[in-house]
């Protein structure tokens, strides 16, 4: 069964400096892919980023990028320059199989992160 | 990007009743939408997936009788909690795909539940 493990249940970094959310996964499957959301105090869910299994780059957006390890199942979020709106909690989540078979998404724990002036 | 939109954002009922929750895809149309229930602190947990024109698949260990779930149109699905009781309190969350191939889902803003 596919797993996902967040194992920092809070992180504190300090303004205008970079910090990583670790995520790692679990799956039998070949593909499968691999997201970021992040969740404000309101409870909306906004999409961060996404890594699919057979890409071959780590993928960037903006002052976020993931970096993806295959062989250690690992898909962690990079955080550049935090800003104090960053403070929210991160969710890693998981996708198994190709985008058109099913679609549903199994999150980690969550990590809130805590952007300190 | 896509808008997702739920209704209503808070809803306060009492032991017993039941309550509809929609969930609205506004400038896309949705075959498939999700159903997620988020306790305090935790993570996001997916109860269903919603078909339009045809029946919710459910996860494992969530009620269908419980928790109905009605996918009438390309845009509107809804969730209905039956005879509702303080432990069915929670946050729920709903997602849908801009198209069935695309990767991204898109949550709307929940719902947070309360049953007194």
């Known amino acids: 069964a596919q797993k996902i493990t967040q194992t920092q249940p809070g992180m504190f970094v300090q303004e205008k400096e970079a910090v990583t959310l670790d995520c790692t996964y679990d799956?039998?499957?070949?593909?499968?892919?691999l997201f970021w959301y992040k969740q404000p105090s309101s409870g909306e869910m906004i999409f961060l980023i996404y890594?699919?299994?057979?890409?071959?780059q780590n993928a960037t957006e903006g002052r976020y990028s993931l970096n993806f390890q295959k062989a250690r199942k690992s898909a962690n979020l990079v955080i550049s320059a935090s800003q104090l709106g960053d403070s929210a909690m991160y969710f890693c989540a998981m996708r198994e199989g190709r985008s058109n078979q099913g679609g549903k998404l199994i999150f980690g724990q969550g990590t809130e992160l805590s952007v300190k002036p | 990007g896509a808008v997702v939109s739920q209704h209503p954002s808070w809803v306060i009922c009492k032991s017993g009743t039941s309550v509809k929750i929609e969930c609205r895809s506004l400038d896309f149309q949705a075959t498939t939408m999700f159903w997620y229930r988020q306790f305090p602190k935790q993570s996001l947990m997916l109860m269903a997936t919603s078909n339009e024109g045809s029946k919710a698949t459910y996860e494992q260990g969530v009620e269908k009788d419980k928790f109905l779930i009605n996918h009438a149109s390309l845009t509107l699905s809804t969730l209905t909690v039956t005879s509702a009781h303080p432990e069915d309190s929670s946050f729920y969350i709903c997602?849908?795909?801009?198209?069935?191939?695309?990767?991204?889902?898109?949550f709307g803003p929940g719902t947070r539940l309360t049953v007194t």
């Open positions: 890594q699919g299994s057979y890409d071959e």
């Open positions: 799956t039998s499957d070949q593909s499968y892919g």
């Open positions: 997602s849908a795909r801009v198209r069935p191939t695309a990767y991204e889902q898109y």
